[in-house]
């Protein structure tokens, strides 16, 4: 038996995950995250709750999915494909208290297509999280 690349799973197939801890309350965060704003920078804009399974979303890019879980002050679960893509994969946002006024964001991305793919929405990833994270810097200042 062959070890697996880094980034493959049995199960999952290819996935990424990114996480930051930030200097910001986990209610804050997860309410910010649950807003309009926060939504369109995550997921994208013209999506608002998101809060009932099975509830199907568009965003105003043409990425389109449901929503699989919702749990509140926890997580978030989603299918996820965009318009240029032939298949759907799942993301999960979730935050969790990283100590006193801390909350650790992850965003984690599985069923990719292949490391290619992968590679890609690391990247995108990334930048949403950048993005979340300059948002919520704003929000405190």
Do not use: N
Request: charged share 25%; hydrophobic share 35%; net charge negative.
């Amino acid at each position: 038996m062959s070890p697996r690349e880094t980034g493959h799973t049995k199960d999952a197939g290819w996935q990424i995950g990114v996480s930051k801890t930030v200097d910001c309350p986990l209610d804050v965060v997860w309410d910010f995250l649950t807003s309009a704003e926060g939504t369109a920078l995550w997921l994208g804009h013209g999506v608002s709750v998101l809060d009932e399974r099975g509830r199907a979303y568009q965003t105003h890019d043409g990425i389109v999915g449901e929503t699989r879980t919702f749990h509140r002050h926890d997580r978030i679960r989603l299918t996820w494909q965009p318009p240029h893509w032939d298949h759907d994969s799942t993301v999960q946002l979730a935050v969790r208290a990283g100590g006193p006024g801390k909350t650790m964001i992850r965003f984690h991305q599985e069923r990719l297509l292949d490391a290619g793919e992968r590679e890609q929405q690391r990247t995108h990833w990334r930048a949403v999280m950048a993005s979340v994270v300059a948002a919520l810097d704003a929000l405190d200042a």
